[in-house]
């Protein structure tokens, strides 16, 4: 039967490499092991949170190496920076195994393309699926090419658009911060209090100045939050009295301090 040249293979028993493990990847890896894979994970960033969500059955690779050693399937979750670009290249596609098949729904550059289509044609890879196409790989017959529409359903794009309005109107009434390209994650539940929120450059000290700014106001704080990502950090304090112009000229003031507002 003609049927019998398109046979393909069962998941079951076959090992899944995450490379990445924020909230999209963790995901991944929980839904493959209920499909009966075997799943092995590996971000040198893997947060706190990130872990809390990943089954304990995922295993971690000590190594981007190890992990591509042993995998019959590898799937991207990382960004396009210096150190991702082309981490399937010709000499990492030689340590892993034959008929491997590689997925990135990461970004376009994550993986060298020339040199993936080569080992295809070796029959070292069995097969490339991505979601960035170019003429390279949309003519080649082990290649499946998605023009970037993971997202692209009529309900993530309504969800897109709440999903932002709820997050701004957060920062703007609350001060938290969501999803920021170069700014941490800030979450501080209200009090009953005032709310004081400051930018400022990540350096020593920062948050004893803004305390003892506060202090000196005679203004006891009834809780805080402090959070740095790079060069910046972002501070939420919430204060039992009423917050004068005076005090947030002082926290001004304070070299590093970037922008302060009350709230």
Do not use: W
């Not at 690779?61 to 290249?89: C, E, G, M, Q, Y």
């Not at 970004?107 to 080992?119: F, N, P």
């Amino acid at each position: 039967s003609g049927k019998k040249n398109y046979a393909g293979f069962e998941l079951p028993g076959r090992t899944l490499g995450v490379i990445g493990l924020g909230a999209i990847d963790v995901q991944v890896a929980n839904s493959a092991l209920k499909l009966g894979m075997n799943v092995i994970g590996y971000d040198p960033g893997l947060t706190v949170q990130g872990a809390l969500k990943l089954s304990s059955e995922v295993k971690q690779a000590t190594s981007l190496d190890d992990l591509l050693s042993k995998v019959d399937f590898v799937s991207f979750h990382v960004p396009l920076i210096d150190a991702t670009r082309h981490i399937i290249n010709k000499d990492r596609l030689k340590i892993m195994k034959d008929n491997v098949v590689i997925l990135n729904f990461s970004r376009d550059g994550i993986v060298d393309d020339a040199a993936v289509c080569d080992a295809i044609d070796q029959e070292k890879v069995y097969a490339y699926v991505c979601d960035y196409s170019n003429n390279l790989l949309k003519n080649h017959d082990r290649v499946i090419t998605i023009p970037h529409l993971g997202a692209s359903t009529e309900e993530a794009e309504d969800n897109c658009a709440i999903m932002v309005v709820d997050q701004i109107r957060d920062y703007l009434e609350n001060g938290n911060i969501a999803n920021s390209v170069n700014f941490p994650d800030v979450m501080l539940p209200r009090t009953e209090g005032c709310r004081i929120a400051v930018a400022n450059s990540n350096v020593p000290n920062m948050v004893g100045q803004i305390s003892t700014a506060i202090a000196k106001a005679n203004i006891n704080i009834i809780d805080m939050l402090n959070k740095s990502q790079g060069e910046i950090a972002y501070t939420l304090v919430d204060v039992d009295d009423e917050i004068t112009d005076k005090l947030l000229q002082d926290i001004a003031a304070i070299k590093g301090v970037l922008k302060v507002r009350k709230i």
